[in-house]
């Protein structure tokens, strides 16, 4: 499985981005899809995630905020982030479950105004 993740930039505080993250390869493998982030000095944590399913997961900071969707017609995720933080600011990572964890490249959003 392939990841590539796309969308990331400078934006406001307040603000709005959307993250997209196209899947390539075994794409029937795969059982859950979302976004990790981190932030200078910190851990890698998650942010969100869609199984197969339809089923969502948030991590308490961005519940409200963020909201992650997918369309299987794409093999695409997005991650489209409302009300930025200056928090919000970090290397956002695609991730895929399937036999194993895949990551993307990372795409980075800051937010500063």
């Known amino acids: 499985v392939q990841l590539q993740a796309s969308g990331g930039g400078l934006v406001q505080p307040g603000g709005s981005l959307r993250l997209s993250c196209v899947a390539s390869g075994s794409i029937p493998s795969i059982i859950a899809m979302g976004w990790y982030r981190q932030a200078p000095g910190k851990q890698r944590e998650l942010v969100a995630h869609i199984t197969t399913g339809g089923s969502t997961k948030y991590s308490e900071s961005v519940k409200g905020r963020f909201t992650v969707s997918r369309d299987n017609a794409k093999d695409t995720i997005y991650l489209q982030m409302n009300s930025l933080k200056p928090e919000d600011t970090a290397v956002y990572y695609c991730?895929?479950?399937?036999?194993?964890?895949?990551w993307g490249q990372g795409t980075l959003v800051t937010v500063s105004s």
């Open positions: 991730w895929a479950a399937s036999y194993r964890n895949y």
